[in-house]
């Protein structure tokens, strides 16, 4: 075999595995979107919209199953509340989504329950650890502020920084549903 031909062979083959590396990378992230949409459909009371996304074209030479885990793919970003909330949220966007739509300081557990409302197939000790790692974050980065009542851990709060006074105290419309406050636990028998 001449060089030429060799070089010519080399170069079908790098495109050919190209071409399947590809498709490798195509069905791995439909077998995790697939995962998901496990999950996902185990979900008996989720109230969803559907919303137009855009369509994208399969090429005319992939298999039949390829079509199929492609659709099954879609099918997972299908999920949209009514209010805008879609599963596919980071959970930092998840936890600011369910803050704003409050419109007033959290705690930590309340962000958990309304998340597991709206996402039943996660328990709600899975999301307070979830929402937990977010809020430290968000906090870092600024975005959210805390605010712990009578200095106990346990009675944090989360907000805005633009819901705190001068003075670091809420202003009243933003402020935290006391049934939230725990007590110490210095109970004496």
Excluded: C
């Amino acid at each position: 075999m001449n060089t030429q031909k060799i070089i010519e062979r080399l170069k079908e083959l790098v495109n050919k595995r190209n071409h399947l590396t590809r498709e490798i990378m195509k069905v791995d992230g439909a077998i995790d979107a697939l995962k998901d949409l496990i999950d996902v459909s185990e979900v008996d009371d989720l109230h969803v919209l559907d919303y137009e996304e855009e369509q994208t074209e399969i090429d005319s030479n992939e298999s039949p199953l390829t079509k199929e885990i492609e659709e099954k793919k879609k099918e997972k970003t299908k999920y949209v509340y009514d209010d805008g909330y879609h599963i596919n949220l980071s959970n930092r966007n998840k936890v600011k989504f369910v803050i704003k739509a409050f419109d007033k300081f959290l705690h930590n557990r309340q962000i958990a329950e309304e998340l597991h409302r709206r996402e039943p197939h996660v328990s709600e000790d899975k999301w307070s650890r979830k929402v937990s790692g977010a809020l430290s974050s968000l906090r870092r980065n600024g975005e959210l502020v805390n605010y712990s009542v009578n200095d106990y851990n346990r009675n944090t709060f989360w907000g805005s920084p633009k819901w705190l006074q001068e003075n670091g105290e809420i202003i009243d419309k933003y402020m935290y549903d006391e049934e939230y406050i725990q007590y110490g636990d210095n109970i004496e028998i």
